[in-house]
């Protein structure tokens, strides 16, 4: 079984800021991680992925997140916010024969202000 | 590569009722989950489909039903529709090796048809 959790609901930060969201996961067999992001009435984005190899992962918009197995955590980063950062983002997990199932984590809501 | 498409955007129904949500997959793509959206429980796994044959099923009741055409497109169902059922549906491709097997299980979501049940 896999699950996850993202500590804290809502996140706020300043334009400029550091941004951080938590996520731990637990699973069973290797874990394959993600950090989607939503927008208002729109699908979900991936921003970045680990699945093996490097344990620091980079994505896109300058969001970056590290693996580290013995924390059992795969926390995202942004040295500095920017307004259109404003957005869900969600940290999911998936791996072994869990054909097609993400889990996601309830999601946190980041709201940057000027 | 044009994304995933479903249809409709939206839709309005009434209690008893059943609908049907269209998803296309990402051209090639051969694998396509569906996930629930709803404020109380998040993001939740519906179902996957492979070459037309549902792979894995998440924990909901027998009303909710999908299926998956020869191109890959892939249609749910849900019968005797809920109040509960008020959601997001979300549909997500994904690009599999032979043998049905993904690098990463990375998936690209749709932008997901609003339900609303009244």
């Known amino acids: 079984a896999q699950s996850v959790t993202q500590l804290g609901s809502h996140v706020s930060v300043s334009e400029g800021a550091l941004v951080l969201l938590r996520c731990n996961y637990s699973s069973s067999v290797p874990p394959y991680l993600f950090w989607y992001v939503q927008y208002p009435n729109q699908g979900l984005q991936l921003l970045l992925k680990?699945?093996?190899?490097?344990?620091l992962v980079k994505g896109i918009n300058g969001f970056e997140a590290e693996f580290k197995k013995s924390e059992t955590s795969f926390h995202l980063t942004k040295p500095s916010a920017h307004m259109s950062d404003a957005a869900e983002y969600f940290c999911a997990v998936s791996g072994g024969t869990s054909y097609g199932k993400l889990t996601f984590g309830q999601g946190t809501i980041l709201t940057v202000h000027p | 590569k044009a994304g995933v498409t479903q249809t409709p955007r939206y839709l309005i129904k009434t209690r008893g009722q059943q609908v049907t949500l269209s998803c296309s997959p990402i051209s090639g793509h051969r694998s396509v989950s569906w996930y629930q959206q709803t404020p109380g429980q998040g993001l939740q796994f519906l179902f996957e489909y492979f070459s037309e044959t549902q792979r894995n099923k998440g924990n909901f009741p027998g009303r909710f039903s999908g299926r998956q055409f020869s191109n890959s497109r892939s249609e749910m169902n849900v019968s005797t529709l809920e109040l509960g059922d008020s959601a997001l549906y979300l549909c997500?491709?994904?690009?599999?090796?032979?043998?049905?097997?993904?690098?990463?299980?990375?998936?690209?979501f749709g932008p997901g048809t609003r339900l609303t049940v009244l």
């Open positions: 997500a491709s994904s690009d599999l090796l032979a043998g049905g097997r993904s690098p990463n299980n990375e998936q690209f």
């Open positions: 680990y699945t093996t190899g490097a344990t």
